[in-house]
């Protein structure tokens, strides 16, 4: 039985050593299915050669994205459609990866790492809050916030991270692009390094956004990229006045 229909030829010059042999990816497939799927050896298989970096975009990363959100996925492709926007790389990315910001970056002075997450939660209900009421029939993943604690000045901060779901007809798109909303000048994605827009300065923030994460009022803002990813962040409330916020 072929577990991979597609094969992958080395792109890599003749004297690669990589062109002495190596595993199938039949092999490939029943060794990380074996383990999991695990995230970090995909990653490091990837830097190996240009072969098994294009085995992890098509094959791996895709296998992981299904075992880590399978109902999620499952949505995504709905339509018919078989291309997930952006590619499975990015996703895989996205699902285990908060990127945190760099100082004057997307977020202006703040600055924290990022990092890897365990496991979080994506949900399709919560991504409502964060579409205009024009919007509303888009389809959009937001996670639930990456909490960063104490951060001097700052408060408390949640990073939120998310996916449209066929993003290139959304209503999101078609709207950004009718009110000639400009890209960042200098940032990009950081998952796929698409452009991306600011929705806040596109004036499509919806109060909603801030008590669907338990933030104070204006402090919200998000980017989308071309692809349908959305990085954000929040100044969160503290606990004893979050827990009394309305949600919509």
Avoid at 181 to 190: G, W
Wanted: aromatic share 10%.
């Amino acid at each position: 039985m072929v577990l991979v229909v597609k094969q992958h030829r080395c792109t890599h010059s003749a004297s690669c050593s990589c062109t002495k042999g190596h595993l199938s990816e039949d092999a490939l497939f029943l060794v990380f299915r074996h383990m999991n799927w695990n995230p970090r050896l995909i990653a490091n298989l990837s830097c190996v050669c240009k072969w098994f970096d294009e085995v992890a975009k098509q094959v791996l990363w895709k296998e992981f994205c299904h075992a880590r959100a399978p109902k999620m996925m499952l949505d995504l492709h709905s339509d018919g459609s078989h291309i997930v926007d952006g590619n499975w790389k990015a996703l895989g990315k996205l699902l285990i990866y908060c990127n945190g910001c760099t100082k004057g970056g997307l977020f202006g002075n703040i600055h924290v790492p990022g990092h890897f997450v365990f496991r979080t939660r994506f949900s399709r209900t919560a991504g409502k809050s964060f579409l205009p009421l024009q919007c509303r029939m888009d389809v959009l993943y937001v996670s639930d916030p990456c909490e960063h604690l104490d951060q001097g000045e700052e408060g408390d901060l949640g990073f939120f991270r998310g996916i449209f779901k066929s993003f290139a007809t959304s209503r999101v798109k078609k709207i950004l692009i009718e009110k000639q909303a400009r890209f960042h000048q200098t940032e990009v994605c950081p998952y796929c390094k698409a452009k991306l827009w600011n929705m806040l300065h596109a004036d499509m923030m919806p109060a909603s956004a801030s008590a669907r994460l338990g933030a104070y009022d204006d402090s919200v803002e998000y980017f989308v990229c071309l692809n349908g990813h959305v990085i954000g962040l929040g100044t969160l409330l503290p606990l004893s006045d979050s827990e009394e916020a309305p949600e919509e």
